[in-house]
């Protein structure tokens, strides 16, 4: 399931704790392809608690708690890290995380918190969501199989990569725009991990960020850009963005554009899909301020200069994605949406 409609799946599943109708949700994927990061991103929209339990560290009695003698009896001290209503809140997220690589002893102890939401003496709070994620077998993890009373205990979701989904989370959190544009441009290098030839550094949502950082730190030393980027995402993908970005020199003016000045579209295709998420990220730029509506419809209007109408429709779609409905009103809309109504009814 892609990323945007699992972000809704586990603000839904949050939700229902307070009409009592939740289920445990299980995350499955490869590494870096974001799922502890959507979880997080669910906890912030809901303005909620995030308790984040790595269970490939815990030992047994890290859930279960230390025993203690009380006169003739032994109770358990709960372990602080579990979520408690006076201290941490009526309600939030339990993300168990690296489920799969937890060693069966401690899976074995998690299955009466998934389950029943308790252990021992200790209860999950009823506004608590639980939420687990790991990686499959074969994602060249450390990965344990997960046993059949464990997996009863959840509903389970397998998290697809999905290109329009990373492209408007890396608008929204700045990502460099020559990683998006390339991303657009090298769209199966989105991810790319074959675990058979055991690869360190590999092309994932994760690493694209990794990426985005690097060329920011190196990018005004010659000697190591490369590299760097190579570091972050694999030799060959690392030596494709670099060249994609020495290549950027030959883009044309966007300021002119933003102005509404003649300018043709480049004929490569590379320089197209730099051109264009240039331009959806002036337009985020632009929103809101006295400019707006002028620099989207010089924006809207270049749309069709483009060789390949497809190209504009992605601009705009990236556009839409980003600014919301106020593209709606923008007049030259209405234009662009005539002249391409044949290509989007096709």
Known sequence: ????????????????????????VMLWGAPGVGKSQM?????????????????????PSDLRGIPFKVGDTVEWAVPAMLPNADR????????????????????????QLI????????????????????????DRGVTYSMPAPLANRFSHYEVDINLDDWVAWAYAHNID?????????RQDLLFEFDASQNPVAFPSPRSWEFAHRAL???????????????????????????????????????????????????????????????????????????????????????ANRFPQREMGVMMVSDMHRAIGQDIFTVPEFASWAEKIADLMLY
């Open 1 to 24: 399931m892609r990323p945007a409609h699992l972000l809704t799946v586990v603000e839904k599943e949050y939700k229902s704790t307070q009409s009592g109708h939740h289920t445990p």
């Open 39 to 59: 979880v997080a991103r669910v906890a912030e929209k809901q303005n909620t608690p995030l308790i984040d339990i790595r269970l490939s560290q815990m030992e």
């Open 88 to 111: 941490h809140g009526e309600n939030g997220i339990l993300f168990l995380d690296e489920i799969t690589s937890a060693p069966p002893s401690v899976s074995a102890a998690a299955y």
């Open 115 to 138: 389950l029943d939401r308790k252990l021992g003496e200790y209860e999950v709070p009823a506004g608590w969501a639980i939420i687990a994620a790991g990686n499959r077998q074969g």
């Open 177 to 185: 725009e020559r990683v998006i544009a390339f991303l657009r441009f």
């Open 216 to 302: 920011h730190k190196f990018e005004d030393h010659p000697e190591l850009f490369s590299g760097a980027l190579q570091a972050c995402v694999g030799k060959a993908a690392g030596i494709e963005l670099a060249a994609f970005i020495a290549s950027l020199d030959q883009m044309p003016n966007l300021d002119a554009i933003i102005n509404g000045d003649d300018v043709d579209a480049p004929k490569e295709i590379d320089l197209q899909y730099a051109v264009a998420t240039a331009l959806v990220g002036r337009a985020i730029r632009a929103k809101d301020t006295a400019d707006a509506m002028k620099v989207h419809g010089n924006i809207l209007r270049y």
